[in-house]
């Protein structure tokens, strides 16, 4: 937000207006209770932040904002109050330069600690600060609760309401599309020959298909291994078809 729309005008009229929500800010109060009239004085002070040029403004904004006039103004009762105790003449007593200061006064009797309050109603007192504090602490989780089930309601659905999560291909289908894709490499490479399927094949393709039972770590570390076999095999059958063929020539 443009710092430049900031002034003292804007402060003013925000800090009137909060004066007129005692929802807001009279903890000792049973509007400061009430969930639906804190919802709707933040509604309006969302609005008049809105039309003075603050279009992004939400609740947050509204809080957070509150929280640093009555800081800085808590920060000046606590000086002036202390300037009081310590006995200084009239003319010494710390006088505040915060310019909204008197404009915050409304919520002085708000800012006084428990144990400056009368003893009888010391125990009330602090029950009343106690639930509001846990009110607003509620507001906050509700909040929170709202926004993850927007977010939930947002998710795809398919026909029958459910959210549909993406969907995942698994890694034990990975590693059997995998081996049937390496089975039928070696299908297709005897079939090429247009040989018949004979010991030699068929230990290598035995060897295969125990492979393919095989986890993904040993399957992967045993690839290379499986290769120089069949191609071991390979060799020796080729060789033991050359042996016969010169047996056969040979008188």
Same mark, same amino acid.
């Given at each position: 937000?443009?710092?430049?729309?900031?002034?003292?005008?804007?402060?003013?009229?925000?800090?009137?207006?909060?004066?007129?929500?005692?929802?807001?800010?009279?903890?000792? #109060?049973?509007?400061?209770?009430?969930?639906?009239? $804190?919802?709707? %004085?933040? /509604? !309006?002070? =969302?609005?008049?932040?809105?039309?003075?040029?603050?279009?992004?403004?939400?609740?947050?904004?509204?809080?957070?904002?509150?929280?640093?006039?009555?800081?800085?103004?808590?920060?000046?009762?606590?000086?002036?109050?202390?300037?009081?105790?310590?006995?200084?003449?009239?003319?010494?007593?710390?006088?505040?330069?915060?310019?909204?200061?008197?404009?915050?006064?409304?919520?002085?009797?708000?800012?006084?600690?428990?144990?400056?309050?009368?003893?009888?109603?010391?125990?009330?007192?602090?029950?009343?600060?106690?639930?509001?504090?846990?009110?607003?602490?509620?507001?906050?989780?509700? #909040?929170?609760?709202?926004?993850?089930?927007?977010? $939930?309601?947002? %998710?795809? /659905? !398919?026909? =029958?309401?459910?959210?549909?999560?993406?969907?995942?291909?698994?890694?034990?289908?990975?590693?059997?599309?995998?081996?049937?894709?390496?089975?039928?490499?070696?299908?297709?490479?005897?079939?090429?020959?247009?040989?018949?399927?004979?010991?030699?094949?068929?230990?290598?393709?035995?060897?295969?298909?125990?492979?393919?039972?095989?986890?993904?770590?040993?399957?992967?570390?045993?690839?290379?291994?499986?290769?120089?076999?069949?191609?071991?095999?390979?060799?020796?059958?080729?060789?033991?078809?050359?042996?016969?063929?010169?047996?056969?020539?040979?008188?």
């Amino acid at each position: 937000m443009d710092i430049r729309l900031w002034s003292k005008e804007l402060i003013t009229d925000f800090i009137n207006m909060y004066k007129c929500y005692p929802c807001l800010w009279k903890i000792k #109060s049973d509007e400061y209770k009430n969930r639906n009239l $804190r919802d709707e %004085a933040y /509604k !309006n002070l =969302i609005e008049f932040y809105k039309m003075r040029g603050f279009p992004d403004t939400n609740r947050d904004f509204i809080v957070k904002k509150i929280q640093s006039l009555r800081g800085s103004f808590r920060k000046e009762t606590k000086k002036i109050q202390e300037s009081q105790r310590s006995g200084r003449g009239t003319k010494e007593i710390y006088v505040s330069s915060l310019w909204y200061y008197d404009l915050l006064l409304f919520t002085k009797d708000q800012e006084l600690p428990v144990d400056t309050l009368s003893s009888v109603s010391n125990i009330d007192t602090q029950e009343d600060i106690q639930d509001a504090r846990n009110e607003e602490n509620k507001e906050e989780e509700e #909040s929170e609760m709202e926004e993850s089930s927007t977010s $939930r309601q947002n %998710a795809p /659905k !398919n026909d =029958i309401g459910t959210v549909v999560k993406p969907a995942v291909k698994s890694k034990k289908r990975k590693i059997a599309d995998s081996h049937t894709e390496f089975l039928e490499m070696c299908t297709a490479t005897l079939k090429a020959n247009n040989q018949p399927i004979n010991e030699f094949d068929a230990i290598g393709i035995n060897v295969s298909k125990k492979l393919a039972k095989m986890e993904q770590a040993v399957y992967a570390e045993n690839c290379t291994e499986l290769a120089q076999q069949l191609h071991h095999l390979r060799l020796l059958q080729h060789l033991k078809y050359f042996s016969l063929k010169r047996q056969i020539s040979c008188p």
